[in-house]
Every structure is written in C-alpha cells, then in structure tokens.
C-alpha cells in the first residue's frame, strides 16, 4: 500500500464513550476514512476534546511533554494554544479535513525542519526548533465557571425507537408514518416556541446584544457572543412548552427587550445555562412530534449542508444514518425513510431540527436535481414503506 495513501492513525482524548464513538464514525464517513482511531501509544496524531470535563487538564498535561506528533484541539471558543491545531466546534468537514491534511504535513518533514508555530488560525513563527527543544508552552487556563455549565456542555442523549413515541408526544387524528397522510404531516413552527426562538435569536445576533424573550412563562435569556441561553425550566417543562401551538394564546405576549448591564452580568445558576444551537434544535424536535416544517415541499429533495454536531445535540432515532444519507446528497424525505427503512417520523423529526439550525433545507438550484444520486437498495423487509414513492408519483401526477 502507498504509504502516503494510509490513513491517518489518531488517537482521542478527553472525550465520554458516545462522543468517542461519534468522532470515529466521523472521521470514517464525512472524512471518507483520511484518519482512523487507534489505541493511544500506536497513534500519529492526538485529538483532544477540551470542553470535557477532564479535556482542559488532559491537553494541558500532555503540552508539558516533549513530543513531536501534531495535536489538535476541539473547542466551542477560540482557544490560543501554541503548539497545536486549532478546530472550532461544531466541526465543519472542511476544517477537520484541514487539519488533518496540515498535521500530514508535518509528519513528513524532518524533526529538524518543523516549525515552532504551525497553527491553524494563528501566526506562524519563521523560526525552526530543533528537535530536543523544549516547546514554549502558553499556560492553558481552566475555566471553572464555564465547566460548571453542565447543560451547556453535557454530552447528547440518545432517544432509542421504543421510547421514542411516547417522549416525543404525537398529533391526534394523524399517522405521520402512512404515505397517504404525508401532506398533512407539516407543522408551521412560527405557532410554537420554537418559531418565537428563532425570531428572538436572529434578533439578538444583529442587535449584538443580550435581550431577553418574554412570553408569560419564564423568561428566556440570550447571549449571541457566547452563543448561549439561559433559562430557569428544566428539561421536562421545556418539553411540555415546546410541544403545545401558543401562537393563539400566548402569541400576542410575546416581546423581546435588551437587558441593562446590569441584569446581563447578574449571577445566575450556571447549570441552566445551555447552548444556542442545543436549545432550538430541542425546540424544533419537540413541537415537531414527528412531524416536517410547513416550509418543505415533501415531493422535493432536500439537503444537508454539514455534518450535525450530535455530540451537543438530542439524537433522534436513526439520526446518523439519516445524515449519512443526505450528506451524500439531495433526496426526499419519502426516500430517505424508504432506503433507511425506517419510519417517516424519525426523517421529518429529523429535518425539522436541521432546518431550525440551518443545517438543512430545500433544493433550490437546477444542478442539485441535473444528475440522479446512484440507487441505494433498501432492505427487502421494508413492508408499507416500499410503496412511498409510487404512493407520491400517483399524488403528483
């Protein structure tokens, strides 16, 4: 084998066993296999997770050590550590690519001639360091408070398919999973708290500003610098909230206001605070019950731009395999669940939260439908679902 064909051998750091196992099947799929995770002590290359709970003191150690092999560190915050290969969380494919195609480069130069800063995003120092000397280290400084955010930076749950209908909730009078029934299966998010969420966050980015999102229930607190939100509700009552249609009864109380600077930096319970993008993807799942936004046309494809980040976010059922699908390309919904096999709910549950995050939307451009994916079979087993698409053309025509 060409030796500048192999994979990448990588080993991670600082990460739970979900998170372990997503990053592995991400750098296997999105990545197409350029790395692979070995056990540590055979790797090229480390990968450390520092929004961890033992991510920040485990980077911070190994930097102390006199090692040759490239680092790259993961992070919600632009971190300036020196030494290292800076990746922004949600990882984009782009930039994980980059990285790893920066850290191959270095390997393959001689220990003599690796440069004392190569670092993504940061400045490069023209001068050499030889091999026996001793990196210049930047103290990496733990941020206890920010770790304390234990809704912020908890690891994603997983919802499995047993419990999924009865977490979710479900529309009565309404089987999102029979084809016949898939043009009533939509939902307009502007009636739920999801769409009041969003309208709040775009407001807030181009405002710059805290502001607060009243709505008769408890006050939703945003922060567009630190992407983050706060709110005194916990994940139960959020659900219950999320799930009911408040545009006709709650809909005209519903205001945003800038906050003083003085109720922005008041003390609050660090556990309540939670990610922007957590949040209203959580929203988007639980006001959809299994249900897509009124916006997506169900006969048209649709697409997804990147790659969640489920290390952060719910995962719904079959929700990798969802994305593995789209990533690839352009489909509908109806096809997505056909060559999946599985239920429509998981798909639109699905779409609906990417479309919040602007991780999904409609195909829109005449080159995204020029040329037809190659046929991916479904699994013979696949009952109702193996009349979908005949069940849309008749619709259609």
């Not at 120092?125 to 030889?130: F, P, Y």
């Not at 405002?207 to 567009?224: A, D």
């Amino acid at each position: 084998m060409d030796k500048n064909k192999s994979p990448l051998k990588v080993a991670l750091h600082g990460m739970d066993g979900r998170s372990y196992k997503m990053m592995a099947m991400y750098l296997q799929g999105p990545c197409k296999g350029v790395a692979v995770v070995v056990n540590q002590g055979n790797e090229d290359i480390d990968i450390f997770d520092v929004d961890g709970v033992n991510g920040g003191s485990l980077i911070a150690e190994h930097l102390t050590k006199n090692t040759q092999k490239p680092v790259i560190v993961l992070s919600l915050n632009e971190r300036i550590i020196e030494n290292v290969l800076m990746v922004k969380k949600p990882v984009k494919i782009d930039d994980m690519l980059g990285a790893l195609s920066k850290a191959k480069s270095l390997l393959q130069r001689p220990a003599q001639q690796i440069k004392k800063q190569d670092v993504v995003g940061n400045k490069v120092n023209d001068s050499d360091q030889i091999a026996d000397e001793k990196p210049v280290l930047k103290k990496f400084v733990l941020d206890t408070d920010e770790q304390k955010k234990t809704s912020k930076h908890q690891a994603a749950m997983q919802l499995d398919e047993k419990g999924f209908g009865a977490f979710i909730g479900n529309v009565a009078g309404l089987d999102v999973n029979d084809p016949k029934q898939f043009f009533r299966a939509s939902y307009n998010p502007k009636e739920y708290f999801q769409g009041y969420v969003e309208s709040a966050f775009k407001v807030c980015h181009a405002k710059g500003q805290v502001r607060q999102l009243n709505s008769g229930w408890n006050p939703l607190i945003i922060f567009p610098n630190s992407h983050e939100i706060w709110l005194d509700v916990d994940e139960n009552q959020l659900r219950s909230f999320s799930g009911l249609s408040i545009n006709a009864t709650l809909g005209s109380k519903m205001s945003i206001t800038p906050l003083s600077q003085d109720s922005s930096t008041a003390d609050r319970t660090l556990e309540r605070f939670q990610s922007m993008d957590a949040f209203l993807w959580k929203t988007a799942c639980w006001a959809s019950k299994g249900r897509y936004p009124a916006s997506i046309d169900i006969r048209q494809p649709v697409y997804l731009k990147q790659w969640p980040n489920f290390t952060r976010l719910l995962v719904t059922p079959h929700a990798l395999r969802i994305s593995a699908l789209l990533i690839q390309g352009p489909r509908t919904l109806a096809n997505v669940a056909e060559v999946l096999n599985i239920k429509p709910q998981y798909v639109f549950v699905f779409i609906s939260s990417a479309c919040a995050l602007g991780l999904a939307g409609q195909v829109k451009r005449e080159a995204d439908v020029l040329v037809e994916l190659p046929e991916i079979k479904p699994n013979k087993n696949q009952g109702l679902l193996s009349r979908i698409l005949s069940t849309l053309r008749g619709k259609k025509a």
